[in-house]
């Protein structure tokens, strides 16, 4: 109907229904629990007691993505960039599309129809690259991701008893568990769809090398940061008009995609603190600085890249410590702790071999920053003896780790 409506009256009408209809089942299953308990807790601030009806719902699995990815198919009719298929079948697999349905990416209508709509053929070469960033994502899902939640969830157990550099110590090794908890789903769903001869939008470049906090958001779940920039952000204005919009615009998507991640004011927190970690580069015109991979074609990072690096990174971790903590008042205390007197104190040896496992894991995630994925070439000079040996390598780790507990703990399905 949108694309059929002649007037543009009738066409924005037509996309407003849509988007209400879509988001209004988003809302209902994600969020009228945390709206009724949020304004419960509102009306109590003026003595009013409320006592809000509860809805005892099983959240559909990844409802925030399937969402998402069939407005972007209203949003690229009502743009022109597409036309409607008139194949169901056509686009209920691009819908429920099962490697990137659970975790992402969140493809695009322009991207993703026309590979579904045209015969695809096997691929040898492709299937082996497919099978390789699978490796890669079970490794960073099942070793890194899972050993560091042991350690985190220890900690979160706990916390007030730690010293501040023990807990500096746990906020990093979460940022190492959501990083390969998410990114290494990402890699099984693209490695997935590649092996049936489909292409997904790329979600994750190397985010932990960025120089900045917009460098950050330009490699961190990177189908969610252009959606948002699309059909939010440049809609609400993007970088046009004066400072004080570009502001705003800014501030409404790091909200809105806080919010996206969870109902919950930890989550809207995480938002609000990126957006004032990503303020200068916006207002001095800077976001723009870093667009190649830091020290490409060298082996080491000058020393500016390498502090650039890691403030980022500590950045990114603090806002993440928020992310992590079940209340924002724990969240506050957490961090408190750790700009405490007791951060100039030596770590609790928590673990033994994790952190060299940490290291080699980022030297080799260094030394293939410019591939799309980190073993994408490696070993590919190799004699095949050498190459197998490292992968079977990996799958020897995969099984010396896979007795820990299984658990996705970026998102709230």
Wanted: charged letters at 15%.
């Amino acid at each position: 109907m949108i694309f059929r409506s002649e007037t543009q009256g009738k066409r924005k009408s037509w996309l407003l229904i849509s988007v209400l209809v879509n988001l209004g089942f988003l809302g209902f299953f994600k969020y009228y629990n945390f709206f009724a308990h949020s304004a419960a807790d509102f009306l109590l601030l003026f003595g009013l007691k409320a006592n809000p009806y509860s809805l005892s719902i099983i959240l559909p699995v990844g409802i925030s993505f399937y969402t998402f990815h069939g407005l972007s198919y209203v949003f690229d009719i009502y743009n022109r960039k597409i036309e409607p298929t008139t194949n169901w079948v056509d686009y209920s697999v691009f819908v429920s599309f099962f490697p990137l349905l659970v975790a992402g990416p969140i493809e695009r209508a322009t991207h993703l129809l026309p590979q579904i709509e045209k015969p695809r053929h096997f691929d040898k070469a492709k299937a082996i690259d497919g099978l390789r960033q699978i490796l890669w994502g079970l490794f960073k899902k099942i070793v890194i991701a899972d050993t560091c939640a042991g350690f985190v969830d220890q900690l979160w157990g706990n916390y007030t008893h730690y010293s501040g550099s023990t807990l500096l110590l746990g906020a990093i090794m979460f940022s190492f568990q959501v990083y390969g908890d998410f990114s290494g789903y990402s890699d099984i769903a693209l490695g997935l769809a590649r092996l049936l001869g489909v292409e997904l939008l790329r979600n994750f470049s190397y985010p932990f090398f960025s120089r900045n906090v917009a460098e950050f958001w330009r490699r961190w779940h990177i189908s969610l940061s252009s959606w948002f920039r699309d059909y939010l952000y440049i809609p609400l204005g993007g970088s046009k008009g004066s400072k004080w919009k570009r502001a705003r615009n800014v501030f409404i998507i790091f909200i809105v995609s806080g919010f996206w991640h969870g109902a919950s004011w930890t989550r809207v927190t995480w938002g609000f603190m990126h957006a004032v970690f990503i303020m200068p580069s916006v207002l001095l015109n800077t976001n723009r600085q870093y667009l190649d991979i830091a020290a490409k074609g060298k082996l080491l990072p000058s020393l500016r890249e390498f502090f650039s690096i890691i403030f980022t990174f500590l950045l990114t971790t603090l806002a993440l410590t928020v992310f992590r903590a079940p209340s924002l008042p724990d969240a506050f205390h957490y961090i408190g702790i750790i700009f405490s007197r007791s951060f100039f104190t030596i770590p609790q040896p928590l673990f033994k071999t994790e952190f060299l496992l940490l290291t080699v894991f980022m030297a080799i995630e260094w030394l293939g920053r410019e591939e799309p994925y980190a073993i994408a070439k490696l070993g590919q000079n190799w004699r095949t003896t050498g190459r197998w040996s490292f992968y079977y390598l990996l799958l020897f780790l995969m099984y010396l780790y896979s007795g820990k507990p299984q658990q996705f703990i970026y998102f709230q399905f």
